[in-house]
């Protein structure tokens, strides 16, 4: 099973604002959706508060093996698999014989994995100070940054994005 992080950052790292995303996005919202079902046989792996982001209407969040890390032993979901760690998240994902289990936030969950993964699907935001959670930058020293394409900002995007894979340097 590959392990993946996607996320979206602004330029000072930001990825959320009041317990939600900072902008809208449709162009980003697509591909995240497009990525993570993949070939139908996909986990995401989110912490509890990324979970209880997610408007009702799109949680569990489709075509998906969602798992939620929390750290409360009574938290009870419908539709997903509550784990007590990562480490057993992603043991669930190995088990159901998921081909990538997609580590989706937020910001604590993002940086306990950064060292588990080997590719960052990673959208920049062209934009500054968009929110209160941060997740610290990637390095070019550690991450080669492959730029794949940029998306202009229009009446549905926000913000100009920059869509990249970043892929650990050996
Ligand atoms: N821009 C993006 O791409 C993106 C993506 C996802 C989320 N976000 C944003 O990020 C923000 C949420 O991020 P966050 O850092 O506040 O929260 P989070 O990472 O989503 O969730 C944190 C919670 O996960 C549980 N947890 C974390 N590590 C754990 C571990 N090792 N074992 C068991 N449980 C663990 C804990 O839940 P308990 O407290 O229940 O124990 C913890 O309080 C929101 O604003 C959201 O919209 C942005």
């Not at 979970?51 to 009870?76: M, Q």
Request: proline fraction near 2%.
């Amino acid at each position: 099973m590959q392990r993946k992080m996607i996320l979206a950052m602004d330029l000072d790292g930001c990825i959320g604002k009041n317990d939600g995303l900072p902008w809208r996005l449709r162009a980003d919202m697509l591909r995240f959706k497009r990525l993570t079902v993949g070939e139908g046989n996909n986990a995401v792996l989110m912490g509890r508060t990324t979970w209880e982001s997610l408007p009702e209407a799109y949680r569990p969040l489709g075509e998906r093996l969602n798992i939620i890390v929390t750290r409360n032993e009574d938290y009870v979901i419908e539709g997903a698999d509550a784990c007590l760690s990562i480490e057993s998240g992603l043991s669930v994902a190995e088990g159901n014989k998921s081909d990538i289990c997609w580590i989706i936030g937020g910001a604590n969950v993002y940086e306990q994995c950064r060292d588990i993964v080997d590719e960052i699907h990673l959208t920049m935001v062209e934009t500054n100070q968009s929110g209160d959670v941060r997740v610290g930058l990637f390095s070019e020293n550690d991450w080669e940054h492959e730029v794949v394409e940029t998306v202009p900002a229009d009446d549905k995007n926000e913000h100009e994005t920059t869509y990249m894979i970043l892929r650990r340097r050996s």
